[in-house]
């Protein structure tokens, strides 16, 4: 199937999912974008149709909550690294696992990888956590206006600031490039700054598993 043909296909399954909230037109300009997005840097084109989906719908939803058409049940947190390969994919699959339901996270980088760095999925693999299918995605608009808390993590400059969120920056090593133990240790240092923002958010964190 072209690719045009198929991204009308992904745009016209995610209009009628979300059929009374947003527009048509609205959905498949998202799905161009996203995938104008992506199609820069993804090396496997293979894939692209599926992270192209999964990316519109997650903008969607975004602008939906962002526009107060959609019920937010839990709090949202941002992470924002510049590649969205390392410390950001780490912090999400930490909240991930300790808030168990009770925070959902999102995820994005200012000058997006092509791919996660294969040392920080071992490093999350070493503790049960699977990042196998996560990707990286550019930073947008409506998934920082659709936050309640963005963390930042050398890149806060880049972010956008909107009023009525929770803004941090994360002082964190860069693990691109460092030794599995140095991974580790940046991995350690983002599970105790996640635990202390679920703190703050009154989540419940189980007492530390590795």
């Known amino acids: ?6 991204l009308m296909r992904i745009a016209a399954t995610l209009a009628a999912r979300f059929d009374g909230t947003l527009a048509g037109p609205t959905v ?3 799905v161009l974008e996203c ?3 992506l199609n820069r840097a993804a090396p496997v084109k293979r894939h692209l ?8 719908l997650e903008r969607l939803v975004a602008l939906t909550q962002a526009q107060g058409l959609a019920v937010k049940a839990v709090p949202e947190v941002l992470y924002v690294c510049t590649r969205n390969a390392g410390r950001s994919q780490m912090a999400a699959a930490l909240t ?3 808030a168990a339901g009770r925070v959902h996270v999102r995820t994005a980088g200012t000058i997006p990888a092509e791919r996660l760095d294969p040392v920080v999925v071992e490093a999350l693999a070493e503790i049960g ?5 996560e990707f990286p995605k550019p930073l947008t608009d409506e998934v920082v206006r659709a936050a309640d808390v963005v963390v930042t993590m050398g890149c806060g400059d880049a972010c956008p600031v909107y009023p009525g969120k929770r803004y941090q920056d994360w002082l964190l090593d860069e693990p691109e490039g460092a030794a599995p133990e140095r991974v580790r240790a940046i991995r350690d240092h983002i599970d105790e700054r996640v635990r202390e923002l679920l703190i ?9 598993n590795h």
């Open 28 to 30: 498949e300009r998202h």
């Open 129 to 133: 956590l699977d990042a196998s299918a």
């Open 49 to 56: 149709p599926v992270l192209v989906e999964r990316f519109a």
């Open 35 to 37: 995938h104008a997005l």
């Open 200 to 208: 703050e958010l009154d989540a419940d964190v189980p007492a530390a």
């Open 1 to 6: 199937m072209r690719t045009e043909a198929l």
């Open 96 to 98: 991930a696992r300790h």
